[in-house]
């Protein structure tokens, strides 16, 4: 089993910026784990992808993140991030922490982002 905890979510202003962080725990040797990610969920809408990053670090963004997020990952802390800049209103919603592999599909419990002025 996995285990993540995000944190890092909160109130900022259109402009400004965030970083997320998914901490892990368990079994999550890169020998079980294929992805990690973050997905978000709009009110009144679906989960969608933001950001992957696979076992080898090559990444993925959403069109409407790309340029604007940045994905890491600490293997020595068993930690993912996302650097969210130039935040929009529409980047609005809970954040999840997502982590595929051969032990299944794990989910954190999500972090609120709100993008106001």
């Known amino acids: 089993q996995v285990q993540l905890v995000e944190s890092g979510g909160g109130l900022v202003q259109p402009g400004g910026s965030l970083r997320l962080s998914c901490a892990a725990s368990g079994s999550i040797s890169s020998i079980n784990i294929n992805a990690m990610g973050w997905f978000r969920q709009a009110p009144g809408k679906q989960r969608e992808l933001v950001a992957v990053i696979t076992s080898s670090g090559s990444t993925t963004y959403a069109d409407s993140v790309k340029g604007r997020s940045t994905i890491s990952r600490d293997n020595a802390k068993s930690t993912m991030y996302l650097q969210m800049n130039s935040l929009k209103p529409e980047d609005t919603g809970v954040y999840y922490c997502?982590?595929?592999?051969?032990?299944?599909?794990?989910w954190g419990q999500g972090t609120q982002v709100t993008v106001s002025s």
């Open positions: 997502y982590c595929g592999g051969v032990l299944g599909n794990f």
